[in-house]
Each structure stands twice: as C-alpha cells, then as structure tokens.
C-alpha cells in the first residue's frame, strides 16, 4: 500500500485559507446581518477599547491573512527568491507581536475576553507552527513564541487603570432609576446588563413580576453595557417609553422585543452613560452578566453575578415572592405567569 504525504506546505497554506475565511464570514455577518459568531458579550465589551471599533480590526485581520496566503503563493512558487521568504517571515513575527500584545492587554488590563481574537491567537500558533515545520526550523518557532510572549508579558508591568483614570462612581451610569424606598439612600441595586444578554432577559423577567416589592425595599438603578449606535437608538426609545415610569424591569424587556419600529435618533448622553457603566465594570475586573452591585450601606458593598446566583441571593434576602414562568409562544410576556418563590428556590438547590 503506498504511503500517502501531505507536503508541510500545503498545511501552512490550509491554515492561512482557514483563517482567512472565518474572519471574512465573520465581517459578512457584522457587516449585512448585524450579528457575530462570537455570541458573548465579552467580544462587545474588548471591542470598545479599539480606537477605530471591533468591526475594522476583524476587516483588517482577515485583510492580512490573505496578504499573507498572497506572499505565501508566491514563496512557494519562486523558492529560490528571497524576498518572498523574508516577508512570510516578517509577516510571521509582526503579526505575533500584535497579538501578543492584544491578548495581554484583554487577560492582564480587561480581564476580560474576546473569543475572536482567542481563535485568531490559536489561528496564528497553528501558521507559526506549520511554517516552522514546513522550512524545518524549530528555531523559527520558538523565536515567534518569545515575541508573543514578549508582547503579552509587557502588559503586567503597565499600571493601566492609573492611565486611564478612577472609575466613574456607580450613580453617574444609571440609565433607569427608582427612588421610592423609604429608608433614603441605601440599600441601593445597582444592576449591569446587556440587550445582547439571554440571562440578563431570563432575570428582569423574574424581577418584572417582583417590581413592586423590589422598588419598595430599596433604589434601583439599570446600567447598560451597549454601546453600539442602533444599541444606544434602542436605549433612547426606552427611556421614553411610559413603562420605565412604572416598571424598568418590564421597560428593558419591552424594548429589547421590538421589532419593525423606527428607532429614534441615538441621545449622545446615554451614550456617556453607556461608557460610564463600561468603565466601571471594567475597573472593578467583573467578568460576566448579570452583575448586581449592592450598596448596603455607604460601608458596604456586595456583588453577585450570574443570573442564578442573584436570583437566590435576592430570595434569600425575601425580595421575591414571585417566579416568572415563560410561556412557550409568548416569551416577550413578562408577567404572563409566575410561581412561588419557593419553588424557584428549590429548583436552584437541587
């Protein structure tokens, strides 16, 4: 039986092509359908802190792997010219300095994490990996993975939060407020969320059926970590809605359900409110949503993350009596049916 060889090169080849073509359907998808293959809102979050937006550094990145697969063509088609060698290698060592340094600024600064430029980093240590192997240059390899390491490390010695300034104080990012507790100022529930967020959805239609007990225990602010432009055109609408008058909880769900409406101009203001709420969530190294922020006291300050996990918390603490039960064909309904807390309760301990 004869023994069948895959030429190095044409795995370095397929590599590129691979990675060229996930970013590209990835700019597809930003550019005519207003969706993304990365489904957390981490990518959202890593994209504000690009200068020129997340969409233009996906259209630059797929831009350069098919730069890069044109260079590669050409090496291999003239083996002989030196040029086109020394340019793979340029591309090679650039290309891991930047990610390095891209990865370092989200896992080391953000603590946050965009799944892209993860796939794009794994993308990158299978080229190097191809490519050294193809030219049979371990040396190659680990010169390119001192870069990376390089550039992702140089993040740990930088002080970021100090250039960039304290984070904004919670109340300066409200964009929905209630101030009907009788007990003043504190206990204030200070809650970040996402339009984006399918548990941030599942746990305002809990508390849409718990309003009125919640606002009567204490302060309520929503905070919104959207800021893209249809996003803040979405926010505007709701914070004009006669809902969010009655009950924030069932204004955001509303006004994340509506479809074929002509969304407003979008409010510069909520726009800063937005950026407040981001840089307070990313000073404070908070990882996910739903986040609760509660202010018991000016001395006190407790956060809970997870939809399940504030759920319980705010059960415990006898701040909701009542469970939404969605129903399978009207989902958008808030407060369509509701179960005992108790019940939630022991469905969450099981």
């Not at 960039?164 to 990012?173: C, F, M, R, W």
């Amino acid at each position: 039986m004869k023994k069948i060889s895959i030429p190095a090169h044409a795995v370095f080849f397929t590599v590129l092509l691979l990675a060229a073509t996930i970013l590209t359907i990835e700019v597809f998808l930003q550019t005519f359908t207003q969706t993304s293959l990365c489904k957390v809102s981490s990518c959202r979050v890593v994209g504000e802190y690009v200068h020129f937006g997340e969409l233009v550094l996906i259209q630059a990145g797929a831009a350069f792997f098919w730069l890069f697969l044109f260079f590669a063509f050409f090496a291999v088609r003239y083996p002989q010219a030196a040029f086109w060698h020394f340019s793979l290698l340029a591309f090679l060592y650039g290309s891991v300095a930047f990610d390095g340094a891209l990865l370092g600024f989200q896992f080391i600064q953000l603590r946050t994490y965009c799944l892209i430029c993860i796939g794009v980093g794994l993308g990158l240590f299978c080229v190097t990996a191809s490519y050294a192997w193809w030219k049979k240059s371990w040396k190659v390899f680990l010169l390119a993975m001192l870069i990376w390491t390089s550039g992702f490390a140089a993040n740990s010695i930088l002080k970021w939060d100090s250039m960039v300034g304290k984070a904004p104080k919670l109340k300066e990012s409200a964009l929905l407020k209630t101030d009907m507790a009788v007990s003043g100022d504190y206990p204030a529930y200070h809650l970040f969320f996402s339009l984006h967020c399918s548990h941030c959805a599942d746990l305002l239609l809990h508390l849409s059926v718990n309003n009125d007990l919640l606002i009567s225990n204490g302060n309520w602010h929503l905070h919104s970590l959207d800021t893209e432009k249809e996003d803040t055109a979405r926010l505007t609408l709701l914070t004009r809605m006669p809902e969010a008058q009655d009950n924030i909880f069932y204004a955001v769900l509303k006004a994340k359900e509506l479809k074929d409406v002509a969304l407003p101009v979008p409010d510069p203001k909520i726009a800063k409110l937005d950026k407040k709420a981001r840089a307070f969530f990313t000073a404070g190294g908070y990882g996910g949503i739903p986040l609760l922020v509660v202010q018991v006291n000016p001395a006190v300050t407790l956060s809970f993350q997870g939809s399940d996990v504030i759920l319980r918390w705010l059960y415990r603490q006898e701040l909701i009596e009542r469970q939404a039960v969605r129903e399978p064909e009207k989902e958008a309904a808030p407060a369509a049916q509701a179960a005992p807390a108790e019940q939630m309760a022991q469905e969450s301990d099981e």
